[in-house]
Structures are given as C-alpha cells and as structure tokens.
C-alpha cells in the first residue's frame, strides 16, 4: 500500500484485509476545535480518563502498515468500524507489527478481560475497513475472537468495547448510533462478514450509549 496521499496498491492478509482503494479528499475541519482534539485524543502519553477512554496499553503497528495523518483536520472521522480478528490477541498484535502485512487497525480489545491496545494513533489512518475513504474517516477496533464463536464475545469485551466507542464517539461529535457505528461488513465493497451473526448490535449500541 502507498502511503497517504498516492493510488494505494491493495495487499492484506485475508481475514484482516485492510486495503486502500482510491484517495478522495475531504473538507478541512476548522482549526481550533481540530486541533485541539489531535493534541487531546492522540498521543498514546495522554490521560483520556476525562474523554471516557478505558485504560490503554501501547502496541503500536509497524509504521509500514498504516499512512501517517493529522485527522480530524485532514479528514473528518465519522465513523467507527467493528471488526472481529479471526485469530487470537497476541497473533493480531504480532501481524500489526509485522511490515510485510499491510494491515492495522487502531484498537484491538482482548475477550478475556477487555483490555485494550492501541495500535495506530487516532490522527493517523490505518489500514482496516478494504475502503480508503472509510479508512480515512474512521476508526477501526478489532476484536479478538471468531465470527462462529460467540464465546469469545464476553461481557468485559462488550463493556470496555463500548466504553472506548462512547468515548471516540464523544471526541470526534459522531452520533452514538447504528448510522455510525458500523459492521466491517457493511463497509462499501467489503468481502468480509465479521462481526457476524452472533454479535449482538442492540446490547452493544445500548452499552455505548449508558457508557
């Protein structure tokens, strides 16, 4: 993939395809309000505990693997997109870090116990939802678990999932709704299914929005 700004070339691992597909330009978010989200929101050093974000624990991907950025003022983040990894926590991790796999996402929530790693900073655009004007304008966080297994979707995961999109919601003005918080699968020319059938929306939009 080309780094922000060129014709991405699409390349990812099969059930974490994160590929760009075209570049198109957005409206600049104005200045003071921009600003001062990039400087509060961003910077993994940051106490977000006044935002609402749940504690973070630093992974970040290989700076290979996503295109460096200054959102919200070179692109407006109106979305957050729910995925499921399809492999365990320490594997997502280890492919985030690995160049060679063109793949990242900016969150990755672990079933066990709903610890959460960031990956990507929020002001750049990882690779995540196969759709470069999606990838732009969201965020991405993984899930740990299978879209067959549902056991993996445990309530710390839901809770701190939710705790994490409520806040993101909260800085960036998006609406706490399904408009806005969407499947990976419903993203414009997406191949793939998860979060799947067994992800349960109204739970997780009722969570965000008591969060």
């Not at 780094?3 to 570049?23: C, D, I, Q």
């Not at 796999?101 to 900016?106: D, E, G, I, L, P």
């Not at 939802?129 to 995961?157: C, K, Q």
């Not at 994490?164 to 419903?186: F, M, Q, S, W």
Request: charged share 20%.
């Amino acid at each position: 993939m080309d780094s922000e700004g060129t014709a991405p070339v699409p390349s990812r691992r099969r059930l974490l395809k994160g590929a760009a597909l075209a570049t198109v330009p957005y409206a600049l978010l104005s200045g003071t309000r921009a600003a001062a989200q990039a400087r509060t929101v961003d910077h993994p050093a940051v106490d977000r505990t006044a935002l609402g974000y749940p504690t973070l624990d630093w992974q970040p991907a290989s700076a290979s693997n996503y295109s460096r950025s200054t959102r919200p003022t070179a692109y407006p983040v109106d979305y957050v997109v729910v995925h499921v990894t399809q492999e365990t926590y320490a594997d997502t991790l280890s492919i985030f870090r690995d160049p060679e796999k063109q793949v990242s996402a900016h969150y990755v929530v672990r079933s066990s116990d709903g610890h959460v790693a960031q990956c990507v900073r929020e002001a750049d655009i990882a690779w995540h939802a196969g759709n470069w004007d999606y990838n732009t304008r969201s965020i991405g966080i993984e899930h740990e678990g299978w879209v067959d297994r549902p056991d993996y979707f445990t309530n710390a995961l839901y809770e701190q999932s939710a705790r994490l999109t409520a806040a993101i919601c909260t800085a960036y003005g998006i609406p706490k709704d399904r408009t806005h918080i969407i499947a990976h699968h419903e993203v414009p020319g997406s191949d793939h299914t998860d979060p799947g059938p067994f992800w349960d929306w109204t739970r997780y939009i009722r969570l965000v929005n008591f969060a």
